[in-house]
């Protein structure tokens, strides 16, 4: 069982940057793939990044992928997501997750647990 706290989101202009966290409890996060996923109003939750238990392995959506990076600390428990150059449809809430099984999957059915979500709100 992990139980999982995002933190960071805010309001920033297009172009600008932010650092989401998530803090997992519990021993076995080292052992889980790390997901970050958003969810725009009347959208679907879309797959955002992420990372396999030992940081080797990252996977990025196409719409992220060269201004987002995932990145993970076993020893703080804690999961990142460094945003740049920010544009107003990345606008959305995120929200992190955990797969025990996995190296890191784009599919949100594959992932056992979920933060409450931060909101991320980029003006233009």
């Known amino acids: 069982q992990v139980q999982l706290v995002e933190s960071g989101g805010g309001l920033v202009q297009a172009g600008g940057s932010l650092r989401l966290s998530c803090a997992a409890s519990?021993?076995?996060?080292?052992?889980?793939?790390m997901g970050w996923f958003r969810q725009a109003p009347g959208k679907e939750r879309e797959f955002v990044a992420a990372?396999?238990?030992?940081?080797?392995?990252?996977a990025y959506a196409d719409s992220v992928k060269g201004r987002f990076t995932i990145s993970r600390d076993n020893v703080k428990n804690t999961v990142y997501l460094q945003m740049s150059s920010l544009k107003p449809e990345d606008t959305a809430v995120y929200y992190c997750?955990?797969?025990?099984?996995?190296?890191?999957?784009?599919?949100?059915?594959?992932?056992?647990?979920w933060g409450q979500g931060t909101q991320v709100t980029v003006s233009s």
């Open positions: 519990g021993r076995t996060f080292s052992s889980y793939a």
């Open positions: 997750a955990a797969d025990p099984y996995r190296s890191g999957s784009d599919i949100r059915y594959d992932y056992n647990y």
């Open positions: 990372i396999s238990w030992s940081g080797g392995n990252t």
